[in-house]
């Protein structure tokens, strides 16, 4: 059973750096992507960023790209194997508050994500941006 857990939110002030953490455990297929929706409250999710587990491919929200980076951690080995994605977060804004998700999309799923779409999420982690 995949299992998905975020962290690193928090108060942090306009212009500074936050980097978010989701540990994902327990997939069983080699081909994956990881990503990060946020949402703001009385909005609708917005996704964020996406990463395959290849690392080779990414995607952004056109508006971010510029100052939020997706990364993982090295290759995971074996089934049921760990694997930890980052989200960093420079330059941050106040609109950047929102409760931030960590998603699963099993094979080539970057796309996917980019589009909302997504197999798990995590529970959220909560980012307040102070101006």
């Known amino acids: 059973q995949v299992t998905v857990s975020e962290w690193g939110g928090g108060s942090v002030q306009a212009g500074g750096s936050r980097r978010l953490s989701c540990l994902v455990r327990?997939?069983?297929?080699?081909?994956?992507?990881l990503g990060w929706i946020r949402q703001r409250p009385g909005e609708a999710a917005a996704s964020v960023a996406a990463?395959?587990?290849?690392?080779?491919?990414?995607?952004?929200?056109?508006?971010?790209k510029d100052r939020f980076t997706i990364s993982l951690d090295s290759d995971d080995s074996g089934h049921g194997a760990k694997r930890t994605v980052y989200l960093q977060m420079d330059g941050v804004r106040p609109d950047d508050s929102a409760m931030y998700y960590c998603?699963?999309?099993?094979?080539?799923?970057?796309?996917?994500?980019?589009?909302?779409?997504?197999?798990?999420r995590g529970q959220g982690t909560q980012v307040i941006v102070s101006s």
């Open positions: 327990g997939h069983t297929v080699n081909s994956y992507a």
């Open positions: 990463i395959h587990s290849s690392g080779l491919q990414t995607g952004y929200k056109d508006s971010l």
């Open positions: 998603v699963f999309k099993r094979w080539d799923g970057v796309i996917d994500i980019m589009k909302g779409n997504y197999d798990l």
